[in-house]
């Protein structure tokens, strides 16, 4: 398996499903923008609020996985990445995520305390395309 294919097609897609556990141990999934920044197969950083459910599940319990995936018209890709999920709320992370637009979210600027980024931190990974599904380690 080539994991720079892999890397390739997460920086093309625009949208990924971040999951956390909540209090029972369910599953809970989100779709997000594509991350703010994407260190290889490794660390992948979200910009969210401060005080929203998903945070709060990720300080109790920080599992958790993420999702990409690209579906044509004959052909169906997805990766699937486990590890686990930081809440950042230090200032210079949160100056280095921030886009110009973040004003419509967070109306106090990158400042703002209901602005914080998500860092993920992928242990492992699993990949399908063409029929086929591959477990990596990362």
């Not at 920086?11 to 991350?35: T, Y």
């Not at 200032?91 to 914080?116: A, M, N, S």
Request: proline share 3%; hydrophobic share 35%; aromatic share 14%.
């Amino acid at each position: 398996m080539d994991k720079d294919i892999i890397s390739r097609f997460i920086k093309k897609q625009k949208v990924s499903l971040i999951c956390s556990l909540d209090g029972e141990g369910f599953p809970n999934i989100k779709a997000m923008l594509k991350p703010r920044k994407v260190v290889g197969l490794k660390e992948f950083y979200f910009s969210t609020n401060t005080s929203s459910m998903r945070v709060k599940q990720y300080r109790a319990n920080p599992n958790a996985s993420i999702y990409f995936y690209h579906k044509g018209l004959i052909r169906y890709e997805g990766v699937m990445l486990t590890g686990t999920m930081e809440v950042l709320t230090d200032q210079e992370t949160k100056t280095e995520i921030w886009r110009k637009g973040d004003t419509l979210f967070y109306k106090q600027g990158v400042t703002d305390p209901d602005y914080c980024v998500l860092k993920f931190t992928a242990t492992k990974g699993r990949y399908y395309c063409d029929l086929k599904t591959e477990s990596f380690e990362v």
